[in-house]
């Protein structure tokens, strides 16, 4: 069964940049599209950036494009999101999750990590 651990997150001031990770295991990231999610206070859940493992095609959320870079390690078997220039509007938890390319049901989700940034 796939486990995903996140890593990272905390405290910053706008401007500054942090690193997520999301680490698989139990299976390998193949074959697969990892997105990274976040949920501020009293908001729904949303998209923020996707990668196809195979072939790296990224995506991602409007107002993080430019900013934000999702990108992964095969040899660690884990995806990072390097964001940066971070806004007070970016604060939330963020989640990874894993899915087959054919599927929109979620194999797994890491545990959630906060973001916060002050303005």
């Known amino acids: 069964q796939v486990r995903l651990v996140q890593s990272g997150g905390g405290l910053v001031q706008a401007g500054d940049s942090l690193r997520l990770s999301c680490t698989a295991s139990?299976?390998?990231?193949?074959?697969?599209?990892l997105d990274w999610f976040r949920q501020a206070p009293g908001k729904e859940r949303e998209f923020v950036a996707q990668l196809t493992w195979d072939d790296y095609t990224t995506y991602y959320k409007d107002s993080v494009t430019g900013r934000f870079t999702i990108s992964r390690d095969v040899a660690k078997n884990t995806v990072y999101l390097q964001m940066n220039n971070l806004k007070s509007e970016d604060t939330a938890v963020y989640f990874c999750?894993?899915?087959?390319?054919?599927?929109?049901?979620?194999?797994?989700w890491g545990q959630g990590t906060q973001v916060t940034v002050s303005s």
């Open positions: 999750g894993v899915r087959e390319y054919a599927s929109f049901v979620y194999d797994a």
């Open positions: 139990g299976r390998t990231f193949s074959g697969t599209l």
